[in-house]
């Protein structure tokens, strides 16, 4: 039994090892940042950076762990897929789902759970939550308005 322990930790090792030199995951590419929203309030931008622009803006913050796979590949591919859903550096094109932001903060769906362990500063409180999904509704409009203020190419001039 020992001996099958040993081997199935040596396996992992070696798993772990070969997984480092797959290249996915470890671009740290944060574009330029084009256009912004027009945010509500300075408070609405404040709790946007803290707990969404990791993965929903061209200003990522790269944690050490982003350098390490399998994580590497998890950050990654969250970071892509959050910046293609709602990038808030890239307010110069159409954001679709820009006035669900409000319901996925409300729900907490965002941000996500695990983002919220791994990274201790996008904790927010029930009273924070409330104060960005609001600020999230004048910012974005609501379902019924869809495109508020700082809806791309709609309430804003350049």
């Known amino acids: 039994m020992k001996r099958l322990a040993a081997g199935a930790a040596v396996g992992v090792v070696v798993l772990l090892l070969a997984a480092q030199a797959v290249d996915y995951g470890r671009e740290y590419a944060n574009p330029p940042v084009r256009r912004e929203p027009a945010w509500d309030s300075p408070r609405t931008r404040e709790l946007a950076v803290r707990a969404c622009y990791d993965c929903h803006s061209n200003q990522t913050v790269w944690p ?4 390490l796979a399998p994580a590497s590949w998890l950050v990654q591919r969250d970071v892509d897929v959050g910046r293609r859903k709602l990038n808030f550096s890239e307010w110069d094109r159409v954001q679709k789902e ?3 932001s409000s319901k996925s ?3 907490g769906e965002m941000p996500p759970g695990l ?4 990274r201790s500063h996008a904790r927010m409180s ?3 939550q409330q104060t960005l999904a609001q600020g999230f509704d004048v910012t974005f409009g ?3 308005t869809r495109g508020g203020a700082g809806f791309a190419g709609q309430g804003e001039s350049d």
């Open 142 to 144: 609501t379902k019924r």
């Open 126 to 128: 029930a009273a924070e």
């Open 64 to 67: 050490w762990y982003a350098s």
């Open 115 to 118: 983002y919220t362990v791994a």
């Open 105 to 107: 903060v409300r729900t």
């Open 98 to 100: 820009a006035w669900e």
